[in-house]
């Protein structure tokens, strides 16, 4: 079956470390995307890939970088200028299309927390 | 300014009744798509309901329902018959489709519901 494969599942993070999530997906989508959920809140997004070797900043990229060298993996690095990185973290696939009639499909998320 | 709102933090339904969640939204694009998604506690995103624009009819999938009124820019999301698996966090989200550059969804706040046995 196809879908979106985040880990780990649950991460701890030290004062001044970097810490790499994972986001892999088998759907063939073009478009990928990173949301930080805070507790009670909804998503905000940090970035976003519409093609490979591609990627923009999304309303709070601070502290945050990606790369996107395969069409598969979408790595997001919460870097130690990142003050407050607790949080959940989701990652989002599409095929890029803006007319589609199908939202997102996300993976089961990955929960930062500094220790 | 805020493009998606959900005025209910949170609402209980007793099991078995339905339910309406509130979403209302702001936009100038002529042409866009709304969505509900559930989120249990588990985290995942789930995709429950699509609404187009300019579909005449509005949309249903299962015990799911969207009561679009557009000149309201209101998109309610309907749970009839709850059942206890439906307590989780709901989000409602819009794409635009020519105001924006790449495949971009908003996302409301949510609106957490709680079923009572």
């Known amino acids: 079956d196809g879908g979106i494969t985040q880990s780990p599942k649950y991460l701890f993070r030290k004062e001044g470390q970097n810490v790499t999530l994972s986001c892999e997906q088998n759907?063939?989508?073009?478009?990928m995307y990173w949301y930080r959920q805070d507790p009670g809140q909804g998503l905000r997004l940090i970035y976003y890939s519409q093609i490979v070797n591609d990627f923009q900043k999304g309303d709070i990229a601070e502290g945050y970088s990606v790369s996107r060298e395969k069409k598969e993996s979408f790595p997001l690095t919460v870097t130690s200028a990142q003050k407050n990185p607790t949080a959940f973290y989701l990652c989002?696939?599409?095929?890029?299309?803006?007319?589609?009639?199908?939202?997102?499909?996300f993976g089961s998320g990955t929960r930062l927390t500094v220790v | 300014a805020q493009k998606i709102t959900q005025t209910q933090p949170g609402m209980f339904v007793q099991e078995k009744e339905a339910v309406t969640l509130d979403c209302t939204y702001d936009?100038?694009?002529?042409?866009?798509?709304l969505f509900w998604y559930k989120q249990p506690s588990s985290g995942e995103m789930i995709f429950l309901i699509y609404q187009g624009s300019y579909d005449q009819q509005n949309a249903t999938e299962g015990r799911y329902s969207l009561n679009f009124q557009k000149a309201r820019k209101s998109a309610n999301l309907v749970i009839s018959a709850s059942q206890l698996g439906d307590s989780a966090m709901y989000f409602c989200?819009?794409?635009?489709?020519?105001?924006?550059?790449?495949?971009?969804?908003?996302f409301g706040p949510g609106t957490s519901l709680s079923v009572i046995p």
């Open positions: 759907l063939n989508h073009d478009a």
């Open positions: 989200a819009m794409r635009e489709i020519y105001k924006t550059s790449y495949d971009k969804v908003i």
């Open positions: 936009t100038s694009d002529p042409s866009y798509g």
């Open positions: 989002a696939s599409s095929i890029g299309a803006r007319g589609a009639s199908y939202g997102y499909t």
